[in-house]
């Protein structure tokens, strides 16, 4: 049943001019952005959430922990480009773009350190303003 519906619509494929090739990269990119939704985006929701875990705790270095991590990887896939390829100028202008791109995890970890230590400190703030109130009242 299966497979002739397959068939069935290659058939249909195949008489509206597309090639078999351009059949199955169809299928393979339906395939990798399944994968992509059902495993790329649950590791990035897992990792911003151990980001905004880490940065709350009370100890700032816990928080640095991930953007330190992803400039590490970065340096190594910008080194590991330039070593592994012929000098010249291009070379050093796809270095850079590689080093860009590879350090947006790093801006947005760090954004969220940022964010929550931020937040952290005028929720602090806050609680001393409500304590010395509370000390003036006593008296």
């Given at each position: 049943m299966i497979d002739s519906i397959i068939i069935s619509s290659y058939?249909?494929?195949?008489?509206?001019g597309?090639?078999?090739?351009?059949?199955n990269a169809q299928r393979s990119w339906t395939a990798s952005a399944i994968m992509f939704i059902l495993i790329g985006l649950p590791i990035i929701a897992g990792l911003v959430f151990l980001q905004?875990?880490?940065s709350k705790m009370q100890s700032k270095w816990p928080g640095l922990v991930l953007p330190g991590c992803s400039i590490f990887?970065?340096?190594?896939?910008?080194?590991?480009?330039?070593l592994f390829t012929i000098a010249g100028a291009r070379v050093f202008i796809s270095a850079i773009a590689i080093l860009v791109l590879f350090n947006i995890p790093t801006l947005i970890y760090s954004a969220i350190y940022m964010i929550v230590r931020n937040s952290k400190k005028d929720l602090s703030k806050k609680n001393q303003e409500i304590q010395k109130m509370n000390i003036q009242d006593l008296e």
């Open positions: 058939s249909i494929f195949a008489a509206a597309v090639t078999a090739g351009a059949f905004i875990f880490l990887l970065s340096l190594i896939a910008g080194f590991g480009f330039l």
